[in-house]
């Protein structure tokens, strides 16, 4: 296997997860209300309704929307500091800790992005967003099985991208595991048909499994589809000695 290519794409990898971000800022509300879980229990709402109607309301929608503007400009800093500011009235809110974790995400630092975004998972289970961004963090940081495991906790409509999959099928050829590594690959090419680096990778699998014709197959399309990246003479070379 070759050392340089897993390195290399575990760069890119990484680059790949920041695009999370966006499905986290895609859409603000400032209402409170709305940053009550599906099911609020009768303390959360009357905390809400208290909020609404007293004075600390417009300091925690400052606060969010302040936040909300700093995120649109990628000011990353500022839209945490508003964030925790107006998460110290809705510690509970898991929305609210969510964009703290993306802010802190942009930031780079990977350890507060994880931590929120459990707080979030904690507190709303079913908060998709959450368990996406701590599968792809454990998943960069090598830890196969918790990345696994966020991962099984979203809707399988909801995952469009490849990455985690991706992600899961290297760290398990690093492991030596190359029959878990090909359904990995499976996974990631169903989501996203033209993605050569994972026919790359399945094939890289199947040669390993001794599965020769759908090695050669899979390298033919991954040259196919990346016909002048530093790969090719590589697959060229694998494939003369199928």
């Not at 895609?26 to 209300?33: F, G, K, N, Q, V």
């Not at 417009?58 to 925790?84: C, F, P, V």
Request: with cysteine.
């Amino acid at each position: 296997m070759n050392a340089r290519r897993l390195r290399v794409l575990a760069v890119w990898l990484g680059c790949v997860a920041f695009a999370a971000i966006v499905v986290v800022r895609a859409h603000y509300i400032t209402d409170l209300s709305a940053f009550l879980p599906a099911n609020p229990t009768p303390a959360q709402q009357l905390l809400v309704d208290q909020l609404r109607d007293g004075p600390a309301s417009r300091l925690i929608l400052i606060a969010i929307e302040q936040g909300n503007a700093a995120m649109t400009a990628k000011n990353w800093s500022a839209a945490r500091e508003d964030y925790l500011k107006a998460v110290t009235e809705l510690p509970d809110n898991a929305p609210l800790l969510q964009r703290i974790a993306a802010a802190y995400l942009a930031e780079g630092n990977t350890r507060e992005a994880l931590a929120y975004a459990r707080k979030a998972a904690e507190k709303n289970p079913s908060e998709a967003t959450a368990w996406w961004m701590i599968a792809e963090l454990e998943l960069q940081e090598g830890n196969l099985d918790a990345g696994r495991e966020a991962l099984d906790k979203v809707p399988p409509e909801k995952i469009t991208d490849p990455q985690p999959y991706m992600n899961i099928g290297i760290l398990l050829i690093n492991k030596k595991n190359p029959k878990e590594a090909e359904s990995a690959f499976d996974r990631a090419i169903a989501i996203k048909p033209e993605l050569w680096e994972g026919y790359y990778y399945r094939g890289l699998c199947r040669l390993q499994l001794k599965k020769n014709a759908e090695a050669k197959a899979d390298l033919k399309k991954a040259r196919e589809l990346n016909p002048t990246g530093p790969e090719t003479k590589e697959i060229d070379d694998l494939l003369k000695t199928l």
